[in-house]
T-cell receptor
């Protein structure tokens, strides 16, 4: 059971380049999330999805787009990377709150370390 | 070792001692709390959770205490081991809400 898998693990981009981060989960979770983690700060939610074909904005959505074409995958796209997007990106997933008794335990991947030069 | 006050970003503890990590949460409506452990180069890993109808919950070598009056929770680690060296995050949530709000984290370093 792999859990939550993120690819790639590391990436260096030049300003203006685009890329897609892939998150895959094999736990049949309905909810998926993308966070960024910056030094000295907690995790901040970028976008999330409560089911296949649905996405919604989190706290810091600007400069990012997402897609959830399949239940097990959640993609995060940067159309035109900026140095401010240098960060570590984490994907997480969880069961629907109704099935989990309202408890939002999220399970995280190992992260993607992105540098934008 | 103990981090006192609302929050200290680092905590150094002697191997074998007990550790206490503190966290102040901000939303009085929060009724569910989770502690995560993040080792270097890895993603956050669930440790233990507590609902607001409890003030204490125990796991294996860990105990979480919740004081709703002052909006404070703590994570106690018994007999701290080198493998406990990591960043520890508390997260607060309102039941049936998608959003977890994370604290800035406390870095725990275990001295041999």
């Amino acid at each position: 059971n792999a859990g939550v898998t993120q690819t790639p693990k590391f990436r260096v981009l030049k300003t203006g380049q685009s890329m897609t981060l892939l998150c895959a989960q094999d736990m049949n979770h309905e909810y998926m999330y993308w966070y960024r983690q910056d030094p000295g700060m907690g995790l901040r939610l970028i976008h999330y999805s409560v089911g296949e074909g649905t996405t919604a904005k989190g706290e810091v959505p600007d400069g990012y787009n997402v897609s959830r074409l399949k239940k097990q995958n959640f993609l995060l796209g940067l159309e035109s990377a900026a140095p401010s997007q240098t960060s570590v990106y984490f994907c997480a997933s969880s069961f629907p709150l109704g099935l989990a008794g309202g408890l939002n335990i999220q399970y995280f991947g190992a992260g993607t370390r992105l540098s934008v030069l | 070792g103990e981090s006192v006050g609302l929050h200290l970003p680092t905590l150094s503890v002697q191997e074998g001692d007990n550790s206490i990590i503190n966290c102040a949460y901000s939303n009085s409506a929060s009724d569910y709390f989770i502690w995560y452990k993040q080792e270097s180069g890895k993603g956050p890993q669930f440790i233990i959770d507590i609902r607001s109808n409890m003030d204490k919950r125990q796991g294996q070598r860990v105990t979480v205490l919740l004081n709703k009056t002052v909006k404070h929770l703590s994570l106690q680690i018994a007999a701290t081991q080198p493998g406990d060296s990591a960043v520890y995050f508390c997260a607060e949530n309102i039941s049936n809400d998608y959003k977890l709000s994370f604290g800035a984290g406390t870095t725990v370093t275990v001295r041999a």
